[in-house]
């Protein structure tokens, strides 16, 4: 049947069967000069539009790396992470980043950071000797975009985000094929791995977006997923998540790639998608949302277009007491009384912060291997002190439920 529907009887060779890279060209190693893809070498990767179906923002190649896992450690325990760098959705706010970041709409300029949760010293973190893989960010559209072109006035954006994650992870997969097929009695096998997909801002949202794949079409059911400061709020003003997800659809082409079991407009909000993997997670211990950002967000507070701090922290607040019961729901809440944005990256933030004595990298360690003993932590912080310490934060409300200090 398939034979005479395609109307070529030669034999079918699949493009994407496990090992097999057709249409990858390496561009670089870090430090240059390395073997790629050598146990412990950051790689850099490109991959060919007509095979893979990517591209950037400008209409580039996408280009992500690959590191695999160091000598003699399980190349199959991977940690995967999604870059941050804002969002841009009208011709005005497109316009400012291609005046003053043209570098956010392409990849090929991105390095292989080892630093947070990539960082590769044993002694700090438990990922460091695994196999690691980096997803730049240049299409502006939170790794939502279904393949779309915006055509704006003297440019354009190309909206390729999900497909450009997806496209690399299953290189990913390939990759890890050739390399379990020669070394494992088993063979490859999806269930053999075990995977931390993690993101942070843009990045976050991009894990929120993207999970239903990682579980469901890859197959590797024993991950944990990490959304650094990326809760996705909707604010009720013109511009807030419930209007981007009316947007996204209709310009971004978001619909095509969006969980099955989510996919009304509402479903931009991170709330409501919270919800709705909720339903679908713990199909193996491992198989958890774990959420984590600073209460004082200026870049939430912004990007996501709240009037002020204050009223973004209470909702911050009662996102918590909401959700943080949901099975496989875990929540790492900062109470800084500063303005901080994302961890995940950054050695001081990652592995020192803590609530309760609870660094937020042990935080993310213990929700990976030993997830039955997690707990959601939170703190209430001087935010709601009388008087208040700082004018931003008057009109912050207590939580409404138990909290860490």
């Not at 399980?74 to 940690?79: E, I, K, R, S």
């Not at 941050?84 to 011709?91: D, K, L, W």
């Not at 043209?102 to 002694?123: A, H, K, Q, R, Y």
């Amino acid at each position: 049947m398939l034979g005479s529907a395609h109307g070529d009887v030669s034999p079918l060779v699949p493009k994407c069967s496990p090992g097999g890279i057709p249409g990858v060209t390496v561009v670089k190693t870090q430090p240059t000069g390395l073997t790629p893809f050598a146990p412990g070498v950051p790689t850099q990767v490109v991959l060919d539009e007509s095979v893979w179906g990517t591209r950037c923002g400008d209409g580039s190649p996408f280009a992500f790396w690959i590191q695999l896992a160091s000598d003699g450690n399980p190349v199959g325990n991977v940690v995967s992470h999604m870059q941050g760098g804002g969002v841009c959705v009208s011709e005005g706010q497109c316009q400012g980043v291609l005046d003053n970041a043209p570098s956010l709409f392409s990849s090929l300029d991105d390095d292989f950071s080892p630093t947070g949760i990539l960082n590769p010293d044993p002694l700090t973190n438990g990922f460091a000797d695994w196999t690691k893989i980096f997803l730049p960010y240049c299409n502006q559209d939170v790794f939502t975009g279904g393949g779309q072109l915006n055509l704006f006035t003297g440019f354009s954006v190309e909206r390729y985000g999900a497909l450009n994650a997806r496209a690399a992870l299953r290189v990913l997969r390939n990759i890890l094929a050739g390399e379990m097929n020669d070394s494992l009695p088993t063979g490859f096998r999806p269930d053999l791995l075990k995977v931390v997909f993690s993101g942070t801002s843009a990045g976050g949202f991009g894990v929120m977006f993207n999970l239903h794949h990682v579980l469901d079409e890859e197959r590797w059911v024993h991950s944990t997923m990490v959304n650094d400061a990326a809760f996705g709020l909707d604010s009720g003003s013109g511009l807030s998540v419930k209007t981007l997800g009316v947007q996204a659809q209709q310009q971004w082409a978001t619909k095509l790639t969006q969980p099955p079991y989510c996919i009304s407009t509402d479903c931009a909000q991170g709330d409501v998608l919270t919800v709705a993997h909720s339903e679908r997670l713990l199909g193996t211990p491992e198989q958890v949302l774990l959420q984590n950002s600073n209460q004082d967000d200026q870049t939430q507070v912004s990007t996501t277009a709240w009037p002020n701090t204050w009223s973004y922290i209470n909702r911050v607040r009662d996102m918590y007491c909401a959700n943080n019961t949901l099975p496989g729901v875990y929540y790492w809440l900062d109470a800084l009384p500063f303005n901080l944005h994302t961890y995940l990256t950054d050695d001081t933030d990652y592995f020192t912060r803590d609530i309760a004595g609870v660094a937020l990298a042990d935080w993310v360690e213990e929700g990976v291997f030993s997830p039955g003993t997690l707990t959601s932590l939170a703190e209430e912080g001087t935010y709601a002190d009388v008087p208040p310490p700082d004018p931003i934060y008057l009109g912050v409300l207590p939580f409404d439920c138990p909290t860490d200090d």
